[in-house]
């Protein structure tokens, strides 16, 4: 009789550039650059990572789902995140935030994505 098998993950470093996680024999970086959610989060909710699936990562306190293969290949997912302080906002939906060191009256757009 066999036992249940079980995917895990590990976090087996995390610096000033960005975490390293251990996948079975394989282990990725994962650089703040591209992963930005992971910035100022706490050792506590990054290390809390579970695998539910064989390509699918999950950090229940921060609330990440990513595919494994998007942090193998993060330039064939191109949609990444800005982040504003702790809330972090997708690509897609930069113009729709006023830049909050902005005093003037009406919002203004990130650079890339000016009118």
Same mark, same amino acid.
């Given at each position: 009789?066999?036992?249940?098998?079980?995917?895990?993950?590990?976090?087996?470093h995390?610096? /000033?550039?960005?975490?390293?996680l251990?996948?079975?024999?394989?282990?990725?970086?994962?650089?703040?650059?591209?992963f930005?959610?992971?910035?100022?989060?706490?050792?506590g /909710?990054?290390? %809390?990572?579970?695998?539910p699936?064989k390509? %699918?990562l999950?950090?229940?306190?921060?609330?990440?789902?990513l595919?494994i293969e998007?942090?193998r290949?993060?330039?064939?997912f191109?949609?990444?995140?800005k982040?504003? +302080?702790? /809330?972090?906002?997708p690509?897609?939906e930069l113009?729709?935030?006023?830049?909050? +060191?902005?005093?003037?009256? +009406?919002?203004?757009?990130?650079?890339?994505?000016?009118p």
């Amino acid at each position: 009789m066999h036992g249940i098998a079980t995917l895990v993950a590990e976090v087996t470093h995390i610096s /000033q550039n960005g975490l390293w996680l251990l996948l079975e024999d394989e282990e990725l970086l994962l650089t703040y650059e591209q992963f930005p959610w992971f910035r100022e989060a706490t050792v506590g /909710q990054v290390s %809390h990572v579970e695998r539910p699936t064989k390509d %699918h990562l999950y950090w229940p306190e921060l609330d990440v789902d990513l595919s494994i293969e998007s942090i193998r290949k993060p330039s064939a997912f191109p949609l990444i995140a800005k982040s504003t +302080g702790r /809330q972090f906002i997708p690509r897609t939906e930069l113009a729709l935030v006023p830049d909050p +060191g902005d005093q003037a009256d +009406g919002p203004s757009f990130p650079r890339e994505l000016a009118p």
